[in-house]
């Protein structure tokens, strides 16, 4: 899994920040979570492959998180894509993209599909044979999912050496892949465990845009390997945070410590702080695995 930061900071682009975007490569599947102003400008920065992106997730509709989808939709036309593009966000993201294009007599070459979220509580918005996508359903002036990624179990791995040693035919292989013990043409039968090898452990990213403290997302996001969680303030402006409908790092650390993830990344910062060292300084005095998103930051897992 590779998470890449493109933007992570709150409200307006500035000349070394942007605002909330990422791109999330998991299962060889690459998924653009949010797509705030200069999102495209950022892809290039990063070297991604436009043409690799056929999911787009939209938290909400403040234009920190979304006003960058028409210009990339327009640049994709540019580039000749006809390749099917999937935009999943709120109700109403359909009726102002579709507008934009009908008023500027620019429809894509391609089709276009908008997955419309009005649900409340958490739901599957995407799923194939590798990779299913849930609704975290946020707290925020407007409505606001993030979302939970999640690997799917693979298949059991052969022991190639040890199948090779009892001769088993190739036409076994399947069973043996799928948890399967094999009796021999003697009766005897060999337990699955000695012919096959456990598979990776699938992972979980949780990803948590604008929200207020919000406790009950906790059962949703246990035990995920990687939460980003907004951070918008410090605690010393917790009043700020809760009138605007946002989350302290305090906060935010709070959370990862009670639902227990294994990693914690703050982001969505307010540009009226000059660094942001004070967010995990803070964090870190609540949960001890904080990581700092920063515009053009990549992460491995």
């Known amino acids: 899994m590779n998470l890449t930061i493109l933007g992570c900071y709150a409200a307006t682009p500035r000349t070394f920040t942007n605002p909330t975007a990422q791109i999330l490569d998991i299962k060889n599947r690459l998924f653009l979570i949010d797509c705030g102003e200069g999102t495209q400008v950022q892809l290039r920065k990063n070297k991604i492959k436009f043409s690799k992106i056929n999911h787009i997730f939209i938290s909400h509709l403040h234009g920190d998180h979304f006003f960058g989808l028409i210009g990339l939709i327009s640049t994709f036309m540019l580039l000749g894509r006809n390749t099917d593009l999937h935009v999943h966000g709120p109700k109403g993201i359909k009726e102002i993209i579709k507008l934009q294009l009908k008023l500027s007599n620019s429809w894509p070459t391609f089709n276009l599909h908008f997955n419309e979220l009005e649900a409340k509580e958490s739901v599957v918005v995407y799923e194939d044979e590798k990779v299913i996508v849930r609704t975290i359903p946020l707290k925020h002036r407007i409505y606001t999912n993030g979302f939970l990624f999640e690997e799917k179990v693979e298949t059991r791995k052969l ?7 009892y001769n088993i035919d190739k036409c076994y292989f399947q069973n043996i892949k799928n948890g399967r013990d094999i009796t021999l043409d003697d009766g005897r039968v060999i337990p699955n465990g000695e012919l096959s090898l456990d598979p990776p452990v699938p992972m979980r990213y949780a990803f948590c845009s604008d929200t207020v403290y919000n406790e009950g997302i906790i059962p949703l996001i246990k035990d995920v390997d990687i939460l980003y969680h907004e951070s918008t303030f410090l605690d010393s402006e917790e009043a700020l945070a809760s009138k605007t409908m946002h989350t302290t790092a305090k906060q935010a650390a709070t959370i990862a410590l009670k639902a227990g993830v294994k990693q914690l990344i703050l982001g969505h910062y307010s540009t009226r702080y000059d660094k942001i ?15 700092l998103a920063e515009d053009g930051r990549n992460f491995s897992f």
């Open 159 to 165: 022991n190639i050496q040890v199948v090779a040693s």
């Open 277 to 291: 060292e004070i967010f995990k300084e803070e964090a870190l005095t609540v949960f001890p695995n904080i990581l």
